[in-house]
C-alpha cells in the first residue's frame, strides 16, 4: 500500500522560498499522478500543482511562474518548490497520488504540511 509524507512546511517572510517534500513508500511513486493540493482555512482544497505519469506538469493559475514541480524516481519523491511565496499561499498542503484500476481511481494522500507566509 502507497504511502505518502510530506515535509518542508514552516513559517517564511512574504517572497520567500520553501521546498516541500513528498517521500512514498509501498511503492513506486512513477505509477501514480502526483499532485500537491493546499487548503486554508475556512476554505476547500485546491490543486496547486500535479504531474502527471508521462511527467507533464500542469499548474493552478495562482501559482504558475512561483512555484514548481518535479519528481525523483531514486529518491521515490516528488518535490514542490515555492518561490516568491505570498500571504495567500498559507495553507496546509497535501500530497496526494492517484492510480486507476479501469475506470476506478485510487486516491492516496499524505497527513499534510503547514504553509504559513507572514506579510
Given at each position: 500500500?502507497?504511502?505518502?509524507?510530506?515535509?518542508?512546511?514552516?513559517?517564511?517572510?512574504?517572497?520567500?522560498?520553501?521546498?516541500?517534500?513528498?517521500?512514498a513508500s509501498g511503492s513506486n511513486l512513477d505509477r501514480y499522478a502526483v499532485a500537491w493540493f493546499r487548503?486554508?482555512?475556512g476554505k476547500e482544497r485546491e490543486l496547486v500543482a500535479i504531474i502527471t505519469r508521462g511527467g507533464n506538469t500542469n499548474y493552478a493559475d495562482s501559482v504558475k511562474g512561483r512555484f514548481t514541480?518535479?519528481?525523483?524516481?531514486?529518491?521515490?519523491?516528488?518535490?514542490?518548490?515555492?518561490n516568491?511565496?505570498?500571504?495567500?499561499?498559507?495553507?496546509?498542503?497535501?500530497?496526494?497520488?492517484?492510480?486507476?484500476?479501469?475506470?476506478t481511481p485510487y486516491d492516496y494522500w499524505g497527513q499534510g504540511t503547514q504553509v504559513t507566509v507572514s506579510s
Open positions: 500500500q502507497l504511502q505518502l509524507v510530506e515535509s518542508g512546511g514552516g513559517l517564511v517572510q512574504s517572497g520567500g522560498s520553501l521546498r516541500l517534500s513528498c517521500a487548503q486554508a482555512p514541480l518535479s519528481g525523483d524516481n531514486v529518491d521515490n519523491a516528488v518535490y514542490l518548490q515555492m516568491s511565496l505570498k500571504p495567500e499561499d498559507t495553507a496546509v498542503y497535501y500530497c496526494n497520488a492517484r492510480a486507476y484500476i479501469g475506470t
